[in-house]
């Protein structure tokens, strides 16, 4: 068991991305945090308010996050695709947090199209290359088993946290 410690974030609209951060949350016993964003984006009005948002690439206004960043060895963030981008309250989560973070990971849940995007501008908006990053699609969550990818993703993970744990020993 490594001894780094870890914060899986994430936002999500409809609950896909909720489930796979809590699924990848238990896989490395991580601790849990879920942006809560002041926008309304229930019913068609909030998914016009979703797009009109990534349109724009406008940080949502975002309640301040209640575990410190800066406490964890790695921060594994999530988000749903919006038109090919980063969600507005994770793009003000990683505007907010970006100087905190040591190590950064990246994962999003999607219809199809668009994380490559959206990982681009996770990674400029975090100022860092993620150790590693993951697509689900929204599909796949719904069919209840943990996919492939995701499992690969949680192995590159642990095997840079053991690393981490052997550079801790030497210093
Ligand atoms: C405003 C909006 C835009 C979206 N744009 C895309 C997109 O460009 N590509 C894609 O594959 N899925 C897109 N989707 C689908 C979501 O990424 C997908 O359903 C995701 O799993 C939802 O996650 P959530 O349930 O955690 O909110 C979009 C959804 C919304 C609400």
Redesign the pocket.
């Known amino acids: 068991m490594s001894q780094a410690r870890v914060l899986v974030v994430?936002?999500?609209?409809?609950?896909?991305?909720?489930a796979l951060a809590s699924t990848l949350a238990k896989m490395l016993s991580a601790d849990l945090e879920e942006i809560c964003d002041c926008t309304e984006r229930r019913g068609a009005l909030g998914?016009v308010r979703?797009?009109i948002d990534?349109w724009r690439k406008r940080p949502a206004e975002i309640v301040a996050a209640g575990l410190d960043a800066g406490q964890y060895d790695l921060v594994v963030v999530g988000t749903?695709?919006?038109?090919?981008?980063v969600?507005a309250p994770v793009r003000a989560y990683l505007l907010e947090n970006r100087w905190k973070f040591r190590h950064v990971a990246f994962f999003?849940?999607?219809?199809?199209?668009?994380?490559q995007s959206a990982f681009d501008e996770m990674r400029a908006l975090a100022g860092k290359a993620p150790v590693a990053q993951c697509k689900v699609?929204?599909a796949e969550?719904q069919r209840g088993a943990v996919a492939a990818s995701l499992v690969l993703f949680v192995g590159v993970l642990k095997s840079h946290l053991a690393n981490y744990d052997a550079l801790a020993w030497t210093c």
């Open positions: 994430f936002f999500s609209r409809t609950g896909t991305t909720r998914y979703c797009l990534s749903p695709v919006w038109a090919g981008a969600c999003c849940s999607l219809g199809g199209l668009g994380s699609r929204a969550v």
